[in-house]
């Protein structure tokens, strides 16, 4: 996040901390009046299948969306995992519009689900489907079918089976560790893939989730590097005297637009991956950053202090004029466009604090989204109905995810740490 003439500090220590999954718990802090009741019936299991129950995972997921309120296990009347055993008007009395049931069965190491949805009021099914998972795959299983119901009574793609990057920190004798994870977008099942004494900062996904660009300052001085997750490689693409920051991958996932200020102030910069020859975007004594492209690559919008105060600011991606984006308010900064285009979420800054809003471009409607003082970093989830965030709750930051009409907020609380600059995959 960026705060007025002090960009650069942003660039350099907006540093960030989050608890490992373990102790990770997933709080509800704001639902949705509108939301549609759905019974994720607890699924029948057969053989070992370890400490995964799917119903909870699922139940968890859709719950978290905004547009579902599911009932507790405890206030059901039955539990029936086979269509058959399904009598409809217990789940009409408890006053639900859908229901899922399912079974699991441990096969060598593998299982095989299934699972039924149904329309509560007319006992139509809606949906059966089959699959098979492996021991480790079994969340991921639950996530998948949490998209799939979510699709199918939404008529929108889920975001559930995705996955997100931040960076954590622990302290370590009297410094601190710094470690870039990649986790389920639950928080689940987060691995490391890059661990520094030195800060680690600012990781954005590739067009095809398989890379992540950051920044670290291993080597004591920012540098841009980009890391293949599949194998673990790395290459330096950007070690520049002074700032190396914010990078962005194009939607074709060949340059990156980056912060440098190597030529005197910071500005934007487009890099190409594949020969390392630099465009230079913007050369103004302002501070210009925190560079994204448009989902079409024409465009690349920036924050910018040229007005006097950070404001967003809209620029072909070939380099020329540069329009003003945002006019409510005296801040808004870090700007990130949702999948198609038609949304523009931001850090805006009023009263004194820095909360997140959502802007249609059709319109330039704002909407802010969230209640804190201190909330930065929002990506959208790739279906545009999510928004990513980092929240400071008494001096203390968590990930946060907030719907985009502002009417569901939850929180990824851990047990200890902080966490800042979240990012949701492809």
Same mark, same amino acid.
Do not use: C
């Given at each position: 996040?960026?705060?007025?003439?002090?960009?650069?500090?942003?660039?350099?220590?907006?540093?960030?901390?989050?608890?490992?999954?373990?102790?990770?718990? *997933?709080?509800?802090?704001?639902?949705?009046?509108?939301?549609?009741?759905?019974?994720?019936?607890?699924?029948?299991?057969?053989? /070992?299948?370890? &400490?995964?129950k799917l119903s909870d995972v699922i139940s968890s997921d859709l719950g978290g969306s905004g547009f579902f309120k599911t009932l507790s296990e405890d206030d059901m009347?039955?539990?029936?995992?086979?269509?058959?055993?399904? &009598?409809?008007?217990?789940?009409?009395?408890?006053?639900?519009?859908?229901?899922?049931?399912?079974?699991?069965?441990?096969?060598?190491?593998? %299982?095989? *689900?299934?699972?039924?949805?149904?329309?509560?009021?007319?006992?139509?099914?809606?949906?059966?489907?089959?699959?098979?998972?492996?021991?480790?795959?079994?969340?991921?299983?639950?996530?998948?079918? /949490?998209?799939?119901? %979510?699709?199918?009574?939404?008529?929108?793609?889920?975001?559930?089976?995705?996955? =997100?990057? %931040?960076?954590?920190?622990?302290?370590?004798? &009297?410094?601190?560790?710094?470690?870039?994870?990649?986790?389920?977008?639950?928080?689940? &099942?987060?691995?490391? *893939?890059?661990?520094?004494?030195?800060?680690?900062?600012?990781?954005?996904?590739?067009?095809?989730?398989?890379? *992540?660009? %950051?920044?670290?300052?291993?080597?004591?001085?920012?540098?841009?590097?980009?890391?293949?997750?599949?194998?673990?490689?790395?290459?330096?693409?950007?070690?520049? #005297?002074?700032?190396?920051?914010?990078?962005?991958?194009? #939607?074709?996932?060949?340059?990156?637009?980056?912060?440098?200020?190597?030529?005197? @102030?910071?500005?934007?910069?487009?890099?190409?991956?594949? /020969?390392?020859?630099?465009?230079?975007?913007?050369?103004?004594?302002? =501070?210009?950053?925190?560079?994204?492209? +448009?989902?079409?690559?024409? @465009?690349?919008?920036?924050?910018?202090?040229?007005?006097?105060?950070?404001?967003?600011?809209?620029?072909?991606?070939?380099?020329?004029?540069?329009?003003?984006?945002?006019?409510?308010?005296?801040?808004?900064?870090?700007?990130?466009?949702?999948?198609?285009?038609?949304?523009?979420?931001?850090v805006t800054g009023s009263g004194g604090g820095y909360k997140i809003a959502v802007m249609d471009m059709a319109s330039r409607t704002v909407n802010v989204l969230t209640?804190?003082?201190?909330?930065?970093?929002?990506?959208?989830? #790739?279906?545009?109905?999510?928004?990513?965030?980092?929240?400071?709750?008494?001096?203390?930051?968590?990930?946060?995810?907030? +719907?985009?009409?502002?009417a569901m907020q939850q929180k990824l609380a851990f047990e200890s740490g902080e966490v800042r600059e979240p990012a949701w995959a492809p």
């Amino acid at each position: 996040m960026l705060i007025p003439r002090v960009l650069i500090v942003s660039l350099l220590a907006s540093l960030l901390t989050v608890a490992h999954a373990a102790g990770l718990t *997933i709080e509800i802090t704001k639902g949705s009046q509108t939301a549609v009741p759905i019974a994720i019936v607890p699924f029948a299991q057969q053989g /070992s299948i370890g &400490n995964v129950k799917l119903s909870d995972v699922i139940s968890s997921d859709l719950g978290g969306s905004g547009f579902f309120k599911t009932l507790s296990e405890d206030d059901m009347l039955t539990k029936p995992s086979e269509p058959e055993r399904v &009598n409809f008007k217990d789940w009409q009395v408890l006053g639900q519009d859908y229901m899922a049931i399912g079974q699991v069965v441990g096969n060598g190491g593998s %299982y095989n *689900i299934q699972f039924h949805l149904f329309n509560v009021h007319n006992g139509q099914l809606l949906m059966g489907y089959r699959l098979t998972a492996g021991a480790n795959e079994l969340r991921r299983a639950a996530h998948h079918i /949490s998209d799939l119901i %979510y699709e199918k009574l939404t008529g929108r793609k889920g975001a559930f089976n995705t996955r =997100i990057a %931040y960076v954590t920190s622990v302290r370590r004798g &009297n410094g601190k560790q710094f470690m870039l994870q990649v986790a389920d977008a639950d928080g689940y &099942n987060p691995r490391t *893939i890059a661990e520094s004494p030195e800060p680690i900062m600012a990781p954005a996904w590739s067009p095809d989730g398989s890379k *992540i660009a %950051y920044v670290s300052f291993h080597t004591k001085r920012s540098e841009i590097w980009v890391q293949t997750l599949a194998t673990g490689q790395r290459e330096s693409v950007s070690s520049y #005297p002074g700032i190396n920051g914010a990078p962005a991958f194009s #939607p074709d996932g060949s340059r990156l637009a980056v912060t440098l200020s190597k030529d005197g @102030s910071p500005d934007i910069y487009v890099l190409n991956l594949g /020969s390392r020859s630099l465009t230079r975007l913007t050369n103004s004594l302002s =501070i210009d950053t925190e560079p994204t492209w +448009s989902p079409d690559g024409s @465009s690349i919008l920036f924050t910018s202090d040229q007005g006097g105060k950070p404001q967003l600011y809209l620029m072909p991606a070939s380099g020329g004029k540069a329009s003003r984006v945002t006019f409510q308010g005296d801040y808004n900064a870090r700007g990130r466009f949702s999948a198609d285009g038609r949304s523009l979420a931001m850090v805006t800054g009023s009263g004194g604090g820095y909360k997140i809003a959502v802007m249609d471009m059709a319109s330039r409607t704002v909407n802010v989204l969230t209640e804190g003082n201190l909330d930065e970093s929002p990506s959208f989830a #790739p279906n545009g109905s999510m928004v990513l965030f980092a929240a400071n709750r008494g001096g203390r930051s968590a990930l946060s995810v907030v +719907s985009t009409d502002g009417a569901m907020q939850q929180k990824l609380a851990f047990e200890s740490g902080e966490v800042r600059e979240p990012a949701w995959a492809p």
